[in-house]
């Protein structure tokens, strides 16, 4: 009877440990698997934050993927108007001279200098002392400058003192002119013998006397200018073989080109 007594306790000993060591392996165990469970956690947030990057990412990428459409769309519009441009003025520029060569000769015109470029001036000067009577022109023999790039009957005559105009335009002539010692005298600046303009010079009384004046004139070509003296009798203008005492001289300020000329 004490022997199974014996047996009983150590028997319910035995059963003790062995719950005892399964507790234990059981809560071992749901530690390892709570271990797990929280690493498992942490890796899927990695994933998650991960996945959010790339999501990131490839937004960006699509957006700079649009901008660079968008430049490049802008950029092919430019060159096409760039093209379109550059052809515009190739075509201006080939027919540019034809347009001008029309425009030419509708007026009459033989050279784009003529239309644009024309130029005439002339300035002439007394060489030595020259007498005049009434109505006589007078003669600015040394000229200094003649210029008329028609090349056609206009320009200034040394030998008959006349300016004649070549082109239809509006003219800047003028006239010094320096009395001989103790002469005076008037004279006009005559447009197709029509006086336009007066000078005094008055050297009487033992003296010398110099006076300007300047006209501006509407001339057609063809038309005629010049300087005659008025007075009846001998009148002496002063001339210098160095310097013009007494000088003439014009120039073509505006050619006038198609149309009737302003009146003047």
Same mark, same amino acid.
Request: without cysteine; charged residues 25%; hydrophobic residues 35%.
């Given at each position: 009877m004490h022997f199974t007594w014996v047996v009983f306790i150590v028997n319910i000993h035995v059963l003790q440990a062995v719950k005892d060591r399964s507790n234990d392996d059981c809560a071992m165990r749901l530690k390892e698997t709570e271990d797990a469970v929280r690493k498992m956690k942490d890796t899927i947030s990695s994933l998650n934050e991960t996945v959010q990057a790339l999501l990131r #990412?490839? /937004? *960006?990428? @699509?957006? !700079?993927? !649009?901008? @660079? %459409? &968008? =430049?490049?769309?802008?950029?092919q519009t430019v060159l096409k108007s760039q093209e379109r441009t550059t052809q515009e003025l190739t075509? /201006? *520029? $080939?027919? *540019?001279?034809? $347009? !001008? @060569? +029309? &425009? =030419? @000769?509708?007026?009459?015109l033989s050279t784009r200098q003529s239309c644009e470029e024309t130029e005439v001036a002339f300035f002439a000067f007394i060489g030595s002392q020259q007498h005049l009577s009434a109505g006589q022109i007078a003669v600015f023999d040394q000229v200094t400058t003649n210029i008329d790039t028609t090349g056609s009957i206009g320009g200034y005559s040394a030998s008959t003192g006349v300016f004649t105009a070549p082109v239809d335009g509006l003219y800047v002539i003028s006239a010094t002119l320096m009395a001989h010692y103790n002469h005076a005298a008037h004279y006009n600046i005559v447009h197709e013998n029509k006086p336009v303009a007066t000078i005094l010079v008055d050297g009487s009384n033992h003296n010398w006397d #110099?006076? %300007?004046t300047s006209v501006a004139l509407v001339l057609s070509k063809g038309e005629r200018v010049s300087v005659k003296q008025l007075e009846v009798g001998d009148h002496a203008l002063q001339g210098s073989a160095v310097?013009?005492? %007494? #000088?003439? #001289?014009?120039? =073509?300020?505006h050619q +006038?080109?198609?149309?009737?000329?302003p009146i003047g």
């Open positions: #990412s490839q /937004e *960006r990428t @699509k957006q !700079e993927l !649009e901008n @660079k %459409s &968008f =430049l490049n769309a802008t950029l075509v /201006e *520029r $080939m027919a *540019r001279p034809q $347009m !001008e @060569k +029309h &425009f =030419l @000769k509708k007026q009459g #110099s006076a %300007s310097a013009g005492e %007494s #000088s003439f #001289s014009g120039f =073509l300020l +006038h080109l198609g149309g009737l000329a």
